[in-house]
């Protein structure tokens, strides 16, 4: 059999609970649904530090942060000198062409990272007639909103039409394709157009999750959602956002129906490989905060769907795996399909061989720094094996451990249980260990997890540091460059 195409499909700040059996059942996705009954859903999919940039590194290096060191939003060309064997990069080097379709997040943006072509939101914003933001909305935000253009003047749809046209028209049809198409929402602002707004506004919209530790949250955990003053959303507001944050889920699934049918029109549909997944999630109310960062479920679960060439296809379709895996394994389940091999310097592994091989122990470890937090010292260091979470912030020092299969919302933190310490001890030592066999000896001190004094900080102080996102189309073109 000839090589396949390769799709790599990502969105921006997705839970994982958009798609699979935590999903609301009003929730429209059918062309991730149907991608998922073609394959295999992964339903322990982590970002190993959830916020954009960290998750991209992952996805182009096969690395986990703690390997790449990229673990808060900053310039890639710092761990991506020239000539790095990047996902594109290795693929352009086994004869595929490789493009690279919307929000990449590169510094600079022009950057290739390995790409033979990038089409990115600022060609949109530089030749589009549209002005697609005009609701004063920040990106941090998450007050609810409505797109100012029609539904086939937004980004989303824009980029979809750049697949489409690339996939019918543009193609070398004597190479094989690499295509990581990259959607930019639903990370706000949550600002879907019609007939997305209104889709979920009568829905049964769940609920926000509140753990019993909310109220005594770990420090770093605490500025951060006081720095949003998510804390003082009503639920009015919250229940609105999650609708418009439903929109724009339905908004991608349909939009990715298009370049789905482009594959289908020039008969390559089922001899590729899609990959479907997001850079993190999105807590929406969740635990009273919003936004990122923090590697609980909602904000570092994220959708992972892996659909094989249909006949070329090693395990039985609408297969639903629990072994956990990460953005680190991307890279190699395309090198992989592609006719090539990763060495010691991946972290990854081949999702189409992990899916069909059955059950694995395997550790995720994460964690991510901020600016709001003590200097160098991270917000926080974690693990889990799919069925427990152990997460430790040095600042405090505070940890919490969550029994995910019998606590799968994360309500219960049972570090906060005597009868509990023994187990703590051993997660903490847990941690301690994989972090060292990640190649992230430089994250402790002394050999040990990282402790540092509470800054003591005000919550006044911490609201009055907030930056919502604020920003315009002609930053997103004129200034980032």
Not at 225 to 246: K, N, Q, V
Not at 345 to 356: E, I, Q, Y
Request: hydrophobic share 35%; aromatic share 8%; charged share 25%.
């Amino acid at each position: 059999m000839s090589r396949p195409n390769l799709l790599l499909v990502t969105t921006d700040q997705q839970r994982r609970d958009t798609i699979g059996p935590l999903a609301p059942e009003f929730l429209r996705t059918p062309h991730l649904d149907q991608l998922a009954r073609e394959g295999a859903r992964f339903d322990a999919a982590y970002a190993s530090t959830p916020v954009c940039v960290p998750s991209r590194v992952s996805i182009l290096t096969g690395q986990s942060s703690v390997r790449h060191g990229m673990t808060t939003n900053g310039a890639t060309k710092d761990v991506l000198p020239p000539g790095a064997p990047t996902l594109p990069a290795r693929l352009t080097a086994l004869g595929y062409a490789t493009i690279g379709i919307g929000k990449m997040h590169f510094t600079p943006p022009r950057a290739r990272h390995g790409f033979e072509e990038l089409i990115l939101p600022d060609d949109y914003y530089r030749t589009t007639q549209a002005k697609p933001m005009r609701h004063g909305l920040g990106q941090n935000e998450l007050h609810p909103g409505m797109a100012t253009v029609p539904e086939a003047e937004t980004l989303t749809s824009w980029l979809s039409e750049q697949a489409v046209d690339y996939i019918l028209e543009r193609r070398d049809p004597t190479r094989p394709f690499f295509m990581w198409l990259s959607y930019s929402k639903p990370h706000p602002p949550l600002d879907p157009p019609e007939p997305y707004y209104s889709m979920y506004r009568d829905a049964p919209i769940p609920d926000p999750i509140v753990g019993d530790w909310v109220d005594d949250a770990p420090a770093a955990f605490s500025r951060v959602r006081h720095r949003g003053s998510f804390d003082l959303l009503d639920p009015a507001t919250i229940r609105a956002a999650r609708a418009a944050y439903y929109g724009l889920v339905t908004q991608i699934d349909y939009n990715l129906g298009r370049v789905l049918a482009a594959l289908q029109d020039i008969g390559e549909l089922r001899r590729t490989l899609i990959v479907f997944t997001s850079d993190h999630g999105e807590f929406l109310g969740d635990h009273g905060t919003g936004n990122k960062i923090f590697f609980h479920e909602p904000s570092a679960g994220i959708p992972m769907i892996v659909r094989p060439p249909v006949d070329d296809r090693p395990f039985e379709p609408g297969l639903a795996v629990r072994t956990p895996v990460s953005l680190a394994d991307v890279l190699p389940t395309f090198v992989t399909a592609a006719g090539g091999e990763v060495g010691d310097d991946v972290d990854g592994t081949d999702l189409v061989s992990l899916a069909a091989s059955g059950p694995k122990e395997r550790l995720i470890v994460g964690v991510a720094h901020g600016d709001a937090g003590p200097r160098g010292v991270p917000y926080y260091l974690a693990v889990t094996d799919g069925r427990l979470k152990y997460i430790w912030y040095p600042e405090g020092p505070a940890e919490q451990l969550f029994h995910l299969e019998t606590d799968p919302h994360e309500r219960h933190d049972l570090a906060r249980r005597s009868e509990s310490a023994g187990l703590v001890a051993d997660w903490r030592e847990i941690l301690r260990r994989a972090i060292v066999d990640a190649g992230g000896s430089h994250l402790l001190v002394d050999g040990e997890l990282p402790q540092v004094e509470p800054l003591g900080d005000s919550v006044a102080e911490q609201r009055a540091t907030a930056w919502p996102g604020y920003h315009t189309d002609r930053y997103e073109v004129d200034v980032k460059h």
